[in-house]
């Protein structure tokens, strides 16, 4: 649940703003990085070290018809959905599923039409 849903007392809330209270949350990104695995995700993020190119996540997407596209994530796509998590209270099942709807795009999109977008992109960026 979000963080806003919460009803907070009111002692709380008054600690809050004379600076007696505070709120922390931390993130272990060796968890994420299993958990990412644990769906398919191929992670050679900050708990593994390397050189990575810049994208230390990735995963491969199959559409019915045989193609397969493998998804390269920026770490920085990652602590992203992690900083939104810890905003929000949410759990690193949040962060998992966030990230892995890439899986879903075959039911989106066939691969012609997938394929077709990328074209047009790369032209446009001549």
Do not use: C
């Not at 002692?11 to 299993?34: S, Y």
């Amino acid at each position: 649940m979000r963080f806003f849903n919460y009803k907070i007392p009111k002692i709380a809330v008054d600690d809050l703003l004379h600076n007696r209270l505070a709120v922390a949350a931390m993130a272990n990104f060796a968890r994420v990085d299993a958990a990412l695995v644990n769906q398919g995700f191929t992670a050679s993020g900050i708990t593994s070290g390397g050189d990575n190119e810049g994208y230390p996540y990735s995963i491969d997407v199959g559409w019915p018809t045989g193609e397969t596209l493998r998804f390269k994530i920026p770490s920085t796509q990652v602590s992203r959905e992690v900083e939104r998590a810890l905003y929000e209270f949410s759990g690193l099942d949040d962060v998992v599923r966030h990230l892995a709807s890439v899986k879903l795009l075959p039911d989106l999109i066939p691969y012609d039409e997938w394929e077709a977008s990328l074209k047009s992109e790369a032209t446009d960026q001549d």
